[in-house]
């Protein structure tokens, strides 16, 4: 699936991502760091916003599986 395709799955499912999505840095480097609902606990890190939007699209999938 294609990000352009998978925007409104996420945006039906987490409104606004970039709660759960957020730049953070890890070791001295820039990465996006995907969060739990909550915000408490972090489920990811990843070199691109484009990786962990897919992580969360992964998430969603497998609740619906």
Excluded: F
Aim: charged share 30%.
């Amino acid at each position: 699936a294609t990000l352009s395709s998978l925007g409104p799955v996420l945006k039906e499912n987490y409104g606004d991502s970039s709660r759960m999505i957020r730049p953070c840095t890890i070791n001295g480097q820039k990465k996006w760091c995907v969060y739990a609902a909550d915000g408490k606990k972090r489920l990811g890190v990843h070199d691109s916003r484009d990786k962990a939007l897919r992580q969360l699209a992964a998430i969603e999938a497998s609740k619906k599986a």
